[in-house]
Each structure stands twice: as structure tokens, then as C-alpha cells.
């Protein structure tokens, strides 16, 4: 009995450590699964963390890029309305003609200047000291100008594109005009000065033809290389006439 109380008792002690082992082995494959799964977790709250942080880095870029976009829409509109009127500027100076008039009078700056595109500018004291020929203006029109000139003791010489010319100067200068205009020519250009001097180049509408002219108060040192010039030129014959009438 004592020999099967012994027998007994081993099978117990077999059957306890097989299960001793087999719980060990479960716990060790516990341990095992947990440690994986742990490092699995590890894995991916780390690449979590990087996909969080490149969505951060990407946020701020975008507000980064939002922020400095009307800025610099911004600059580019006040580069490009700088460079417009930089380039109107130049424009106008292209088109501005050497058709400008200036006098000083009586204490007064006046003056009339012709642009392209048919547009004039005059200063506000010109009507004032040229009432006749503001009175013109008023009526034909600043802008219908195609040529003016200014003189002193208010003379003057307007012509519109429509033909219509007016003019205030000495007899003399008034003949000349009429002269220069006669035959279907038209006056080129006019100056008129003091002591009834006056320079006027005329011809047809596409050429300069001659030249007529009376200058008084000048020394001759000046005069003379004019006359040399312009006698040359079919203006001797106008000269001629102009002198015999």
C-alpha cells in the first residue's frame, strides 16, 4: 500500500509538472505575443508621431503660404501700376511736339503748348492777356488748334484745323501772313517779336517752300547768317513781293 501511495503520488507529480511546464510554456508565449505586440504599438504610435509631424510641417507651410500671398499679389500690383505709369510717362514725352509758345507778360507767364493726338494746353493767364484769341478759343475750340503762336502787345496767330485762321499784329505782320498764305500755301511756322519783327516759313501742305521775315532790334552779327540762309531759298521771291506792297 505504502509502494502505491508512492506510485500515486508520482503520476501527481508528473501530471503537476507537466502543467507547471505547460502554464510556463504559456506564459512564456504570453510574454513573447505581449512583447510583440508592444513593439508593434511602439511602431506605430512612432509613425504616428512622424504623420502627425509632417502634417504639422505642412500646415504651417500652407499658412506660411496663404499669409505671404497677398503680400506679394500685393507688391506685384504696385510694381506692375508703377511700371504703367513710368511707362505712360515715356509715352508722353514721345509724343510730345516742339510746338510749345511761351512769353512773359506783364508780369504774367502765359503760355499755349500743342501735343500729339490733338490735344493742347494753355495757362490760365492767357485769356486774360489774349482776350481775342481766347475769345477764339472759346468758340472754335482748344483742342480743334493746328497751330499758334504768341507775340508781344498781345499779337498772335491762330489757325484751326478746319482752315479758320485768326490773327493780331502789326500791318506789316498781317500782310506778310496774308502773303505767306496766298496760292494755297500755308504758314509752317511763325514767330513774332517786338519792334514788328517777324519770322514766318510757308508752303504747300507737304513741303517748306519759303521763308519771309523782318527782324528790327537785332544786331546785324545775327541777322546776317539768317539772310544768307533764307535768300538762297525760294523765300527771296516772297521777301520781294512782301517789300513791294
Avoid at 503520488?9 to 503537476?16: G, I, N, P, Q, T
Avoid at 506660411?64 to 504703367?84: F, L, M, T, W, Y
Avoid at 494755297?184 to 517748306?208: D, F, Q, R
Wanted: proline share 2%; with cysteine.
Amino acid at each position: 500500500m505504502k509502494v502505491a501511495i508512492q506510485e500515486r503520488d508520482r503520476e501527481a507529480e508528473d501530471v503537476m509538472r507537466e502543467e507547471r511546464d505547460r502554464c510556463t510554456k504559456m506564459i512564456q508565449k504570453v510574454e513573447s505575443d505581449t512583447g510583440s505586440l508592444r513593439s508593434n504599438m511602439n511602431s506605430l504610435l512612432a509613425e504616428r508621431d512622424k504623420r502627425v509631424a509632417k502634417m504639422e510641417q505642412n500646415m504651417k507651410k500652407q499658412q506660411a503660404a496663404h499669409s505671404a500671398g497677398p503680400k506679394k499679389i500685393n507688391d506685384r500690383q504696385q510694381r506692375i501700376e508703377k511700371e504703367k505709369v513710368e511707362l505712360e510717362k515715356q509715352q508722353r514725352q514721345r509724343e510730345r511736339k516742339k510746338r510749345s509758345v511761351e512769353i512773359n507778360c506783364q508780369k504774367s507767364r502765359v503760355w499755349i503748348a500743342g501735343y500729339s493726338k490733338r490735344t493742347w494746353r494753355m495757362g490760365q493767364a492767357l485769356t486774360t492777356v489774349y482776350p481775342s484769341l481766347g475769345a477764339y478759343l472759346n468758340t472754335y475750340g482748344l483742342d480743334n488748334l493746328e497751330l499758334c503762336t504768341l507775340g508781344p502787345n498781345a499779337s498772335y496767330y491762330a489757325r484751326w484745323r478746319n482752315g479758320r485762321w485768326w490773327s493780331w499784329a502789326s500791318e506789316e505782320t498781317s500782310t506778310a501772313i496774308f502773303v505767306a498764305q496766298s496760292s494755297g500755301s500755308h504758314i509752317k511756322a511763325i514767330a513774332m517779336g517786338y519792334e514788328g519783327s517777324y519770322v514766318i516759313s510757308y508752303g504747300p501742305p507737304n513741303n517748306t517752300s519759303g521763308r519771309i521775315w523782318t527782324l528790327r532790334g537785332i544786331s546785324k552779327d545775327t541777322t546776317q547768317p539768317l539772310t544768307n540762309v533764307w535768300t538762297r531759298t525760294s523765300g527771296e521771291k516772297a521777301l520781294r513781293q512782301l517789300h513791294s506792297t
